[in-house]
């Protein structure tokens, strides 16, 4: 769609007619993740003609209210190579919807790392985003013990599903252990973290 220029115009006008008919006060475009070099730079094209033709069609009818425009993404940390183009999403959309889990996991990288972070430097405006927030933990089996902040090294990991703990066996572990439960908080990342015992990590 985004590569042909009769495409983007069939989904453009579709979607603000459909968004008109039944009343919504905007749309949410879902690409969660960019493939190549080119489909980025597609993706700056549909947000720009996307914009204009709402602005365009707020004009010519009798409500004056443009539709919102937003748009579901994904980040990783991992990698630039779908990287969105920031400078488009900040001139054309209104905001972005950011799958802010799975940044990182134990299967992919041997260092612990915030698989959901609030903050992490260098990317959009606050103003620009709405985050979920993730109710699960991975948990990684640490190198050396001590090591255990953000980026210490690990060997993969935990006997659990992959490193994957659901909420409710937080929940029940903090309340089986209690006050043995160490808790740590990052405030570069605004990331909790929970020091269960000598070899597990857990992140949440």
Same mark, same amino acid.
């Given at each position: 769609?985004?590569?042909?220029?009769? #495409?983007?115009?069939?989904?453009?006008?579709?979607?603000?007619?459909?968004?008109?008919?039944?009343?919504? $006060?905007?749309?949410?475009?879902?690409?969660?993740?960019?493939?190549?070099?080119?489909?980025?730079? !597609?993706?700056?094209?549909?947000?720009?003609?996307? $914009?204009?033709?709402?602005?365009?069609?707020?004009?010519?009818?009798?409500?004056?209210?443009? =539709?919102?425009?937003?748009?579901?993404?994904?980040?990783?940390? *991992?990698?630039?190579? &779908?990287?969105?183009?920031?400078?488009?999403?900040? $001139?054309?959309?209104?905001?972005?919807?950011?799958?802010?889990?799975?940044? #990182?996991?134990?299967?992919?990288?041997?260092?612990?790392?915030?698989?959901?972070? *609030?903050?992490? /430097? +260098? +990317? =959009?405006?606050?103003?620009?985003?709405?985050?979920?927030?993730?109710?699960?933990?991975?948990?990684?089996? =640490?190198? @050396?013990? @001590?090591?255990?902040?953000?980026?210490?090294?690990?060997?993969?990991?935990?006997?659990?599903?992959?490193?994957?703990? /659901?909420?409710?066996?937080?929940? !029940?572990?903090?309340?089986?252990? &209690?006050? +043995?439960? $160490?808790?740590?908080?990052?405030?570069?990342?605004?990331?909790?973290?929970? =020091?269960?015992?000598?070899?597990?990590?857990?992140?949440?």
């Amino acid at each position: 769609m985004a590569s042909n220029p009769h #495409s983007r115009k069939s989904f453009i006008d579709s979607s603000i007619k459909i968004a008109r008919l039944y009343g919504f $006060q905007g749309l949410d475009l879902s690409w969660s993740r960019e493939n190549t070099s080119w489909d980025k730079y !597609n993706i700056r094209i549909v947000f720009k003609e996307w $914009q204009a033709a709402v602005a365009l069609k707020a004009r010519n009818i009798s409500s004056p209210s443009p =539709l919102i425009l937003t748009a579901r993404v994904a980040y990783s940390p *991992l990698s630039t190579a &779908g990287a969105y183009p920031v400078d488009s999403i900040r $001139q054309y959309l209104n905001w972005v919807h950011v799958i802010t889990a799975q940044y #990182s996991r134990p299967t992919r990288t041997n260092f612990t790392s915030a698989h959901a972070a *609030l903050y992490y /430097p +260098k +990317k =959009l405006s606050a103003d620009k985003l709405v985050l979920c927030l993730p109710f699960y933990r991975y948990a990684w089996t =640490l190198v @050396k013990p @001590k090591d255990n902040g953000i980026g210490a090294a690990a060997t993969g990991p935990t006997l659990s599903d992959n490193g994957f703990v /659901p909420f409710k066996e937080i929940k !029940n572990h903090i309340k089986n252990y &209690g006050a +043995k439960v $160490q808790v740590m908080y990052n405030f570069t990342y605004m990331h909790g973290e929970l =020091l269960l015992d000598w070899e597990d990590l857990v992140w949440f």
